[in-house]
């Protein structure tokens, strides 16, 4: 009992030595100083106190701050006592993700400690020339060749997919859930070179263990929210991003796979095969079985929960949409008859479906920010604000692309907006510039693939327990949908 009190005693001290540090410094005038319009943060969390304490989700504190300075051009927040400037002005932000990349060529996750983690040494993470070499290597596998070779394996994954959901007609489907067991088994087998089998069995380990890395519970924001703004601290206390349970398993797959394609030289069309070949053939850059490990991690990382979430979203959207949805089935059964069935041609023919994706991508984007860290010295376009090296950028994707000036009627859901243009001015789903999503068009594929199993055979409908509106759950930056997403279908 004694030890407890202690341990209170502690905290509460601490708090309050952090209390007098935050008051009694200059840090929280940062940006006072730079004359930039700001908010005055309070002690340890900055900015953003309401969603370290889950009553307020990150995209829902992110709208309030460029509604409140949509007139401004930049406005300075905190994260902790990290100071940060959050652009609102679009020539900015594109000028910051393209023109003047060579001064933002960074994103703030490079601070990771990659050799303590090192399934964190990845392309997400890496910087300079290091990250520049790496990123040739992987931009290769998102041609529309290597794709067009990849896609019966995801096609594979669809028809399974299609079965599943048949099976369970009739019934309240949680939406999420099938759909991460799908982008699992397509993400297995495309970078990992396996099959996870997580459709069949919702008892899959691959599943339980990529499940693991996406834990919303507050004891891993708290850890998160360590390693980001106090990486000395995350560094001190040994915590980890990921268990060591997930990164044993995931490494030892990789290793398994590796140790057999050597053995028995079989080759496949894979993420895993391209690295495998750098490996064997590339004399001017070292890829280790380290580095082949953690870049097919992050290939999971950055696919399995983005894909999910917007087929998730998407279908919602049709659940409610009964015309659209019925013109979106007219035009995948008309694809699929023309290509002889569900194939790399008749998906890329499938214009109302993409622009249906790409509008889910506008309005619930499943990331809705970017970062950028600033490398040199720099001074913005447009404006007299002289950014310094290792300031903090960040960049409100789902609100940029929620403004009427650049999309009217924002709310409505709208497919239309990308008839004409697939990537209109405020579109930032997939980033821009030489740090955008190199897998965009695999992501994309995949969700139209996914949509046109289902939708040649099923028709989606409002359940029950399906939520009148989408209200994002705070205890993910993600966006994910508080009451989660459910929804039946019913068989043509």
Known sequence: MWISALLLAFVLLLLLLLTVFHYSTNGRKYWLHRNVPYREPCPIFGNFGATLTMRRSYAKMLEYFYENYRNEKYVGIFQARRPTLLVIDLDIVKSILSKEFSCFSDRLS????T?????????????????????????????????????????????????????????????????????????????????????????????????????????TILKRYCRAFFPKLFKLLNLRTYSMEVETFFTNIIRQVLTERRSTAVKRNDFLQLMLNVQ??????????ALITSNSFIFMLAGLETSATTLSFCLYELAKDVDLQESIRKEIVECLEQ????????????????????????????????????TAPCTLTGTDLNVKVRDAVLIPVQCIQRDPRY??????????????????????????????????????????????????????????????????????????????????????
């Open 115 to 219: 050799r303590r983690e090192p399934l964190l040494r990845n392309l997400a993470n890496m910087s300079g020339a290091e990250w520049k070499a790496m990123r040739h290597i992987v931009t290769p596998t998102f041609s529309s060749g290597k794709m067009k070779a990849m896609f019966p394996l995801i096609v594979d994954c669809a028809n399974i997919l299609k079965t599943i959901l048949i099976q369970e007609s009739l019934q309240d489907v949680d939406i999420p859930s099938v759909m991460c067991r799908f982008t699992t088994d397509v993400i297995g087998s495309c970078a990992f070179g396996v099959d996870p089998g997580s459709l069949k069995n919702p008892d899959s380990p691959f599943l339980i263990m990529s499940q693991k890395m996406f834990k919303t519970d507050r004891s």
């Open 339 to 374: 290509y002889n069935g569900l194939n790399y041609e008749a998906v890329c023919a499938m214009r109302l479906v993409t622009q249906t994706v790409l509008e889910t991508l506008r309005m619930h984007p499943p990331t809705p920010l970017t970062t950028r860290l600033c």
């Open 280 to 289: 064997q053939t590339e004399t001017g850059f070292d890829m280790t079985d």
């Open 407 to 492: 999309f009217p009627d924002p709310d409505k859901f709208n497919p239309d907006r990308f008839k004409d243009d697939s990537s209109p001015p405020g579109f930032l789903a997939y980033g821009e510039g030489p740090r955008s999503c190199p897998g965009a068009r695999f992501a994309q594929l995949t969700v139209v693939a996914g949509l046109a199993a289902i939708l040649s055979n099923l028709v989606v409908e409002p359940c029950s327990r399906t939520t009148p509106t989408i209200n994002y759950d705070p205890r993910s930056v993600m966006l994910k949908n508080k009451g989660g997403i459910w929804l039946r279908f019913k068989p043509i």
């Open 110 to 113: 490079v601070s990771t400690d």
